[in-house]
């Protein structure tokens, strides 16, 4: 990796890190405190919250009814999420340690602070539950296989990828063939180390 793009990525990621910062600041202005992964509000917050949740009556007719339709479509998806969930699950607790790869901590990708929020009704919050579950898991899984790409082929694509994971910005360049076996080991033994040490890898 050229001295520029390693730059350039050190400079995104501090950019990330002000932008994290600067929305917490903006949060400042609606009070609550976190408590493990408990989030409470004021009394006075959670009293303004209560009066304005919308009546579950009211809910239905007010937001689009036609979406009530799809909602079996929706929740049927639970079958394949918690399928993909089991299966990722066990495939990085059968063969990470055989790679020595560090295992993905699970839980940290799962979070379900939405439902402290008072001004959703039952079916608003959850909806926001399911959708955490879901969105969660996809991240849960999505760096679980990104893991498995730089212990087996940390090469990136000719061709323009939409979606692609962190890592895949410090991998090997698309046809640098030189010391690939030594650099492709450098790349495994890194999975072995925290994620901050893991970008030392491609240097």
């Not at 009394?43 to 009546?55: D, E, G, I, M, W």
């Not at 969930?85 to 020595?100: I, K, N």
Request: one cysteine or more; aromatic letters at 12%; a positive charge.
């Amino acid at each position: 990796m050229s001295e520029r793009v390693r730059d350039l990525l050190a400079r995104i990621s501090a950019l990330e890190d002000e932008l994290r910062t600067a929305l917490h600041e903006q949060e400042q202005g609606i009070t609550y405190r976190i408590h493990g992964k408990r989030v409470e509000f004021e009394a006075s917050v959670r009293a303004a919250h209560k009066r304005l949740q919308t009546s579950l009556i009211y809910w239905v007719f007010k937001d689009r009814p036609l979406n009530l339709l799809t909602g079996p479509v929706i929740y049927a998806m639970i079958v394949p999420l918690l399928l993909l969930d089991l299966c990722v699950t066990a495939y990085q607790t059968l063969c990470f340690p055989v790679y020595r790869v560090a295992r993905v901590r699970r839980a940290d990708y799962f979070v379900y602070d939405r439902r402290h929020l008072a001004y959703l009704n039952f079916i608003e919050r959850l909806h926001c539950t399911y959708c955490s579950y879901a969105n969660g898991l996809v991240a849960y899984a999505t760096e679980v296989v990104a893991r498995t790409e730089q212990y087996f082929c940390p090469i990136k694509h000719a061709n323009r990828v939409l979606g692609l994971h962190d890592r895949h910005a410090r991998f090997l360049a698309y046809g640098d063939a030189v010391d690939y076996a030594q650099r492709l080991e450098v790349f495994r033994q890194a999975l072995q180390e925290s994620p901050k040490d893991e970008q030392t890898a491609s240097k």
